[in-house]
Each structure stands twice: as structure tokens, then as C-alpha cells.
């Protein structure tokens, strides 16, 4: 599985959450659909579509003035694997400090 923090960090932010909401919504949009869909201004809209872009959760296609922005999810699912891996790590060493406590 591939490192899951850039995915992290880049879902830390409420208006990249929000960018991501409105993909999965609405579908492919350009930066000025986004920007009218978001409080925020169009520079900022910009600066967080590249860091959804570096984590893999966004691409876009097209010239750069009209581009189109996608959601791409699959780099959400490995981050949501990865988190399903860990709970289970901590489900077995808790289950096992049960066992050892009602053997006590």
C-alpha cells in the first residue's frame, strides 16, 4: 500500500473536503465552477486543487485554461484500508488483554 499521509493531510483541510464533496457531487468541474460552489476565492480554489492533486484524489484533464477536474477516489480507499489494517491490529491486542484479564 502506498504511504496514506498525503491523503491525510490533504483531507486536514474543510475547503479541500469541500472541493472533494462537490466532485463527487456534481461531477467534473472546472476551477471556476468550483470557485462559484465554494467561499472561497478562485487562487485558493487553485492552491488546494494541487495538493488534492499531489495526494491523488483529484486530476484534471484538459487545457489548462478550461480544465476539468475529477474526483479520483481510489487514493481515499487505500487511506480507508489502511486505517481497516491498524483497528484490526488493535482489536486482536485488545481482544488478547481481554482473554489474559478474565484468565486472571
Request: no cysteine.
Amino acid at each position: 500500500m502506498t504511504d496514506p499521509d498525503p491523503v491525510f493531510d490533504a483531507l486536514a483541510d474543510p475547503t479541500r473536503r469541500a472541493v472533494i464533496r462537490a466532485l463527487a457531487d456534481v461531477g467534473p468541474s472546472t476551477l471556476a465552477d468550483l470557485t462559484r460552489q465554494l467561499p472561497v476565492t478562485r487562487q485558493a480554489v487553485a492552491k488546494h486543487l494541487v495538493v488534492l492533486q499531489d495526494a491523488g484524489l483529484v486530476a484534471g484533464e484538459g487545457p489548462v485554461r478550461g480544465r476539468r477536474y475529477t474526483f479520483t477516489p481510489q487514493p481515499l480507499s487505500d487511506a480507508m484500508s489502511w486505517m481497516v489494517e491498524v483497528g484490526a491490529g488493535w482489536d486482536e491486542r485488545l481482544a488478547r488483554l481481554k482473554r489474559q484479564v478474565e484468565r486472571a
